[in-house]
Every structure is written in C-alpha cells, then in structure tokens.
C-alpha cells in the first residue's frame, strides 16, 4: 500500500471481559486457539503493506508488550520504521495517562511528526477480522475524502450490541451525514468498524486543534463534531468482523471458528494472521480421544472427551475427562474424570480430578489465570 | 571477530539414498519428521540448547529446500552478530572447483571458515539423525580426560553391531582400536559420527589427510584411524538415549509412528528440550463433526473430517469426510480425498489422494522397481504428485515426485509396483 503507515489503539481500561481483561488489555487477550486478539489487525496492517505501525496502549501493557516484543513475527522488526510502541509518559507538559484516544494520538504527535507517509490508518486492537486496506485507501483518495470509516452492515449483532457501538448515516454518495456513537435507539444498521484512514497532515492539525480546546476523544471531539465541515465517507466492509467488547461476544467469536466458512475468511485466504511463536510440538492424541468439532492449538496432549471447543496451546485433556462447548487457555490442564461445559478457563488453569463445572451458554463460567479448582 | 571456545560442523550433505523417491530432490536431512520438523532440526536444536552458537552447515547434495529452510538461522536464534549459522556449499577455487569428495575433505576445504573463529575446539556432526543430546557435557568430558579427539559412541544389540563403526576401548574409556563394520565385532559401542577434536590437532590431520591421494577422506575412514595410528588420545564418550539413524524407508517409518504411542521412545514435548523449526503460518487445527482422530499426532492447519488412527499429520493437511487414514504419515499440505483409504503409507508434501483412492491394500510383494531401498510394507508417494481418484496402489508401491493424473496408464498398480517418471537420481 503506498505511503501509509498504521496506528492500533489499544482502549482503556476496560472489565468487560471480567477476569480475562483483569490482568492485560483486550489487545492481549488469548483468542483462537494462538493468538491474541491485536494479531489481527496488525497482520491486516502488514498484510495491507504497512511497514510503520505505532501501539498506542494504556491499561496493563506487560503481556502485551511481551507479545508484540521487537515485532519479529510480523516482519516489523526493521532497521527503518517497523513497530513502535507508545505507553504513557510523564514530562513537562504531559499528564501522564492518557485520557481519550485523540489526547493519545497528541500525546504521540511525534511520532506523526517524523514519518513521512502520506496516509494514516487508524484501527483498534480489540477487534476481530481480516481485511485488506488498499481498496478503502482507493476510495478514500477516489472520494476525495477528509476522512474514510470502515463501517459494515451490523445486523448480525444484537439490539443491545448495537447500542454500544457507533452507528452512521449516509447518503447516496456515502458521504457520512450523522455518526452517533453508543444510539439509545440505533436508526438503521450501518455501524462504525473504528478503522480510520486519514491524511497524515490533516490528522496533526486536527488533533492540535482539539487538544487546543481541551478536547480528547477522537469520535466525540473530532468526528462527530465534523460531519458538516469535513468530508467524512464511510467505506462499506462486506466480510467477517467482530469486536471483543464483552464476554459473550469473546465466547460467541471463539465458538464461530468452529464455522468453516469464518474459519476459511480469517486464515485461509493469502493474507494470513501472524502471532508470536512458541515452538511446540504438534498436538498428540491418545487412543482414548475423542475429539468432535473443535479447535486444537499445538502442544495438546488429549486422552478424554472433547466437543465444540477451542483449546490452546499446551492444554492437557486426561482421561475420562468430558469438555463441552468450552475454551480452554494455554497450558490448561483438565485432570480425569472431570465435567466441563460451557467454561472459559484462563491461562494455566488446573481442573483437580472429578469436578464438575457448569457454565451457561449467554454467561459461560470463568476460571481466572493459574487458579486451581 | 571473538574468538569461540567450540565451533559446530554440520555434515549435512548427504543423500540418504536408501529413502527413495523422499530424497530423490531433497537432502536426507531436509526430510521432513516427526509432524512439523525436518531431521536437521533436532541437531541444530542441540547445538542451540548446548550453547553452541556458532554452526557450519555443510551443504552439497540437492541444497535448496535446505537453504531456504535454514535460512538465517532465526527459528534456533542463530542469527548472530557474532558467531551464528553459516552454510557451507562447496565453492570454486583460482585453479578448479571441487565438490566435497568425503566428510574429511568437507571440512578440509572450509578450514579457514574455522580459522576465521580461531576455536580450541571443534565438534563434527551430522543432520541424518533424531536425537537429543547435550554437547556441552561431551565437550566437558573431553576437557576432563584431555583428549586429542572424543568420539561419541552408543551401545548397540551385538547383532546390529557389524553395521555399525564398532570403537573398541580399555577400561579407562580411551580407544586403542577402530573397525569399520566388524564380522566379528569385538565391543557392542559403536559411533554415532559426533566428534570433538582440539582443532589445532584436527587441522594438522586435515592438511596431511589432503595430500594422500589414496585416502577416501572420511573421519571414520581415514582420519580416526591416523590418529590413533599416531597415539592419540582418543577417548570415547558414552550416549544413552535414543538415536536413531533414520535412513531407511523402514527405520523412517518405525520411528515416526513411534511417536503416537502413550509414552513414546523419543519424547518432543520436553519443555527444557525444545526442537525448533520455522513455524508455517496457520491456525491451529481443526477436526471436525465427522472427524476421528485416534492415537495420533496432529500439526497446526490440518482440517480433519475423516479417521485417523495410529498415523502423523503434518501442517496444513486436509482429510476430507469418509478417508480412513492408518498407520500413515502425511506430510505437509497433501489433500487426502473423500472416502479414500490409505493403511501403511506415506505421502509426501503438497501431494493429491483422490476421492475412493485407495493406497497401501492387498498382501507385500517384492519391488519390482527396487527391492534394495523399497523393501517393506510400505507404499510411498512422492511430493506434488497427484493420485487420480479410484485409484488402488498395493503394498510396497512407489509413486515418483510430481505425477499427474495422466502418468497413469491404470488406475491400479499391484504391490510390488511402481511409477517413476524420468531422472535417474534416485
């Protein structure tokens, strides 16, 4: 893609996704048997030809920043541009924390100040999809366009998922002429994806601009408040996307890998989801498996029952053991005889041998990083 | 450049004849083993997990898939500043080129790629074989009993040991004798081609080895020999874990399905012993509604809707509903097609099974392409060959590299049997 480069937002703090969220951001939550959840728009970033990609992030950036590391994984790992990575920082004139996400891009203007690339892409690290940026850039730079958002069709999502999102009206043209953001009352079902594409330059003046009148956020302050002075066009996405944003859309988007035609659209095309290696053997499965439509990461030692599942790297399933419609982190270990359905557990987890644990499918239960049940 | 206490030497240039039609355009040690690996891995990852960093590949026989998996080394963290992988492809001279006439002569003609790092040391390895070792100790060892030269050795069955370079050794573990595969073996230790010299001592019997023209230039051949002809102290150091030398169809498939069972004989799931390999770029794998996977090894990518039973799957194959897959290795990205049926074989990568195909049925008979290398049960299909659907392949039947629907005169080959396409390098 020609002279752009990426930014990530990472969000605030954010105890939406409860005990998974406690200890890292959303970005860094495990997802799909390998990855994190920030694989994906970072590898749609490179995938896209984006070699200049900065990570805004705020809220527990330790596994985050052990994830992304010199950025190796994604070939960012350059001698010019490459990964960049942007916590909070204290100094003379800033307060440290960031408060919205246009005082974290001003708060990092440098970084804008220094490239050289004519375009800004803007994405969050909390969402799940794979794309391609090149055709929205056309169109951005065919429309003229002050600013592009991605928006898809978000009937797909529930009433109340909808009312926290950020909803649009267009017109013919596609030329945004209303942008709510978190509607009471959703109008019609064409919703924001939080991609932005941007120039470069207008971008710095606008975030000068409203860091000047005290303001922080970049949809409230800049967007919304623009829809008649800028020519804000919305780029429409036809494919797969969905934000983590609380625990039954992380459960429900796990489960929906089971799905060949989503599992094909987010891997099996030619860009491919790049994420952090760990070099483990292949899964092994003894003569008691049982394994019916699941997911099964690397590493994976499994002697007992396992249907509609994803389970991560490193899990052990031991015998007699029953897991039902359950997502079962890294390094898990689910001793015999036990009864699992509908459970979430986190990293490292330990189920002792014989218990039972019953979640429920709109609030799956969960067992928080390295607890012993 | 700092100088290295130890440097690495990588013989990783050879054939591998008796693997058939799975070397015919790879080196032994590019073949891939074990779900996901090549067989060079496992000694590039005891190099890394010993502390060595700095490694010669030796390269000669069929290098590309070698060099491109190697690459700069990332995937075992040698890619240094200082140190790191080298590969080592025969080169061109002032006055003529010259490929490697043995393993000695190998490291012959790269001596200056050693002086460069001026070690005291030197180990000799070679990428034919699965094992997990710990060279630190061995060169521990041969510091301990000041040895010109180390060889480690292990214990075979008396039966097997006339295969083998057999070391015959005192009490206090020094060497006074070498046999070449012995009729009569006098001690059960054989060599398992892993050698420390003090280079200083190494490079004089490099330079003295070069100027006989009638030597062979082989370590176990030559150079040993000389050495101990000369009084050296050699000193054998002792291995007790498992190594394989996985150089026959046979021995290649015995290991590899070894690895299914409950506690298998060679353990890859050790987190202090990690094996290291480029990783593909896929998902983890996926089995399923009619998929059944039974006593198996998995890799990531897979889409498994069929039955899999007592086999390995490597990286990104897919088994489409109603294949029955059994005592089989796929490699890498092959498609096996519905309702197919394939006992005892193997099949190489980005290879085509198709639909009702059945491979591996009937009773063994002999080959009648080549009983020398294709001597067992096993059917064995080349890479990106494609088997047209209906198809029925006996027992012991070999299918070339890079066959398409229309190399096939019928759609049944009888045990025994075999379809090779040109080239004669097998």
Same mark, same amino acid.
């Given at each position: ?13 954010n ?12 970005a ?9 959840v920030i694989?994906? #728009?970072l ?11 900065g990570?805004?992030?705020q ?14 994984e994604w070939?960012l790992?350059r001698?010019?541009?490459?990964l ?8 003379e004139?800033?307060s ?6 246009a005082?974290a891009?001003?708060n990092?203007l440098?970084f ?22 090149d055709?929205?850039?056309e ?8 600013i ?8 797909d ?6 009312k926290?999102m ?5 017109d ?13 009352n959703?109008?019609?079902n ?6 932005y594409?941007?120039?470069?330059k ?16 970049l ?10 002075t800028?020519r804000?066009?919305s780029?429409i996405f036809?494919g797969?996307w969905?934000p ?7 459960y =429900?988007t ?7 035609k989503?599992?094909?659209?987010l891997?099996m095309?030619? =860009?491919?989801?790049f #994420? ?7 899964a092994?499965?003894n003569?008691?498996?049982?394994? =019916?439509?699941?997911?099964?990461a690397?590493g994976?030692i499994?002697e007992g ?11 052990r ?7 039902k419609n ?5 390094g ?11 459970c ?5 987890v ?8 019953n979640?429920d ?12 049940v | ?6 440097v690495?030497?990588l ?9 058939g039609?799975?070397t015919k355009?790879i080196?032994k ?19 890394i ?15 590309l898939k ?11 963290d040698l890619d240094r ?8 492809a ?12 043995g ?6 003609q790269?001596?200056?790629y050693v002086?460069?790092?001026?070690p ?6 070679s990428?034919?074989h ?8 061995m060169?521990?060892?041969h510091k ?6 180390t060889?480690?050795?292990?214990d ?5 040991a ?11 573990g020094t060497?006074?004798e ?7 073996p006098k001690?059960?230790?054989a060599?398992m081609?892993i050698?420390?010299?003090n280079?200083?001592?190494l490079?004089e ?11 062979d230039?082989d370590?176990?051949?030559n150079?040993i020999?000389?050495?101990?002809a000369d009084?050296?102290?050699?000193l ?5 874990g498992?190594? =394989?030398?996985?150089g026959?169809?046979q021995a ?9 069972e ?22 983890a794998h996926f089995?399923?509604d ?7 090894i998995i890799?990531?990518g897979c889409?498994?809707y069929g ?6 799957i490597?990286?990104?194959v ?11 290795i796929i ?14 074989s193997i ?5 085509v099974i198709g ?10 008979a002999?080959?009648t392409?080549n009983?020398k290398?294709?001597?067992s049960?096993?059917t ?5 060959t ?9 027992k012991?039947?070999v299918i ?13 080959i009888?045990?025994?049997g075999?379809?090779?396409k ?5």
């Amino acid at each position: 893609m020609k002279s752009t480069m990426g930014i990530i937002l990472t969000g605030g703090k954010n105890s939406r996704l409860k005990e998974l969220s406690l200890e890292r951001s959303i970005a860094a939550v495990p997802f799909g048997g390998k990855y994190r959840v920030i694989d994906f #728009t970072l590898s749609n970033m490179v995938n896209s030809g984006i070699t200049n990609v900065g990570v805004i992030t705020q809220y527990n950036i330790r596994s985050l920043m052990d994830h992304l590391g010199s950025g190796k994984e994604w070939d960012l790992d350059r001698k010019n541009e490459g990964l960049f990575i942007f916590p909070p920082y204290l100094s003379e004139f800033g307060s440290g924390w960031y408060k919205g996400t246009a005082d974290a891009l001003y708060n990092n203007l440098t970084f804008l100040l220094r490239s050289d690339e004519e375009f800004v892409v803007i994405g969050q690290g909390y969402a799940i999809y794979n794309m391609e940026f090149d055709p929205m850039l056309e169109q951005h730079i065919n429309k003229n366009a002050d600013i592009t958002i991605a928006c898809r069709n978000m009937s797909d999502f529930s009433f109340n998922d909808q009312k926290n999102m950020g909803m649009v009206q267009i017109d013919d043209d596609g030329r945004i002429i209303d942008f709510m953001e978190k509607p009471l009352n959703p109008k019609n079902n064409l919703g924001s994806m939080g991609v932005y594409i941007i120039r470069r330059k207008l971008l710095i003046e606008l975030l000068q601009d409203s860091a000047a009148k005290g303001q922080t956020e970049l949809v409230q302050d800049i967007i919304v408040k623009n829809t008649d002075t800028l020519r804000i066009y919305s780029y429409i996405f036809n494919g797969y996307w969905r934000p983590l944003s609380n625990i039954q859309l992380y459960y =429900r988007t796990n489960m929906e890998l089971l799905n060949p035609k989503v599992r094909n659209e987010l891997f099996m095309s030619r =860009r491919k989801i790049f #994420t952090k290696v760990k070099d483990e053997a292949p899964a092994k499965y003894n003569e008691e498996a049982r394994v =019916r439509n699941s997911i099964v990461a690397d590493g994976c030692i499994i002697e007992g029952e396992v249907e509609n599942c994803v389970l991560f790297r490193g899990v052990r399933i031991m015998k007699g053991a029953v897991v039902k419609n359950s997502l079962i982190m890294q390094g898990s270990v689910v001793e015999s005889n036990t009864h699992l359905s509908y459970c979430i557990l986190d990293k490292g987890v330990t189920i002792t041998a014989g218990k039972t644990l019953n979640g429920d499918s709109e609030w799956p239960l969960i067992v928080g990083k390295n607890v012993k049940v | 450049m700092t100088r290295k206490e130890i440097v690495a030497l990588l013989l990783a240039g050879g054939q591998g004849s008796r693997l058939g039609v799975l070397t015919k355009n790879i080196a032994k040690p590019a073949v891939l083993y074990g779900g996901k690996y090549r067989i060079i891995d496992f000694t590039l990852s005891n190099c890394i997990n010993s502390g060595i960093d700095t490694v010669g590949v030796l390269t000669q026989y069929q290098p590309l898939k070698l060099n491109s998996h190697i690459g700069i080394g990332k995937p075992w963290d040698l890619d240094r500043v200082n140190g790191g992988i080298t590969i080592l492809a025969p080169y061109m001279k002032t006055e003529k080129g010259e490929w490697y006439s043995g393993t000695a002569d190998a490291v012959y003609q790269n001596i200056h790629y050693v002086n460069e790092m001026s070690p005291k040391y030197v180990i000799i390895l070679s990428g034919d074989h699965i094992y997990k070792m710990n060279y630190s100790e061995m060169l521990e060892y041969h510091k301990e009993t000041k040895a010109d030269a180390t060889i480690s050795v292990i214990d075979v069955p008396y039966e097997e040991a006339s295969r083998y370079g057999i070391m015959n050794t005192r009490e206090d573990g020094t060497i006074y004798e070498f046999e070449e595969k012995p009729q009569n073996p006098k001690s059960t230790l054989a060599s398992m081609g892993i050698y420390i010299f003090n280079w200083d001592c190494l490079r004089e019997y490099l330079i003295n080895d070069h100027l006989k023209s009638n030597s062979d230039h082989d370590f176990g051949k030559n150079i040993i020999p000389a050495m101990l002809a000369d009084g050296k102290r050699m000193l054998a150091y002792r291995f007790a874990g498992y190594w =394989r030398d996985v150089g026959t169809i046979q021995a290649y498939w015995e290991s590899t399905i070894n690895l299914t069972e409950r506690i298998p004989d060679f353990n890859m799931y050790d987190p202090y012993w990690k094996i290291y390999t480029p990783n593909p770029v896929y998902p983890a794998h996926f089995i399923g509604d009619t998929g059944k996977v039974e006593k198996s090894i998995i890799a990531e990518g897979c889409m498994v809707y069929g039955t899999v039973k007592n086999s390995v799957i490597f990286p990104g194959v897919t088994i489409n509903e109603g294949a029955y897959i059994e005592d089989s290795i796929i490699m890498s990205d092959a498609l096996i097609g519905a309702n197919s049926e394939i006992y005892c074989s193997i099949i190489g990568e980005s290879s085509v099974i198709g639909n009702n195909a059945k491979c591996g049925v009937g009773e063994f008979a002999e080959s009648t392409y080549n009983p020398k290398v294709y001597d067992s049960k096993i059917t064995v299909i080349g890479s990106n060959t494609v088997i047209p659907n209906n198809t029925v392949l006996g027992k012991n039947v070999v299918i070339d590299n890079y066959i398409t629907p229309h190399d096939f005169e019928s759609n049944f080959i009888p045990s025994g049997g075999a379809l090779i396409k040109g080239g004669d390098n097998e």
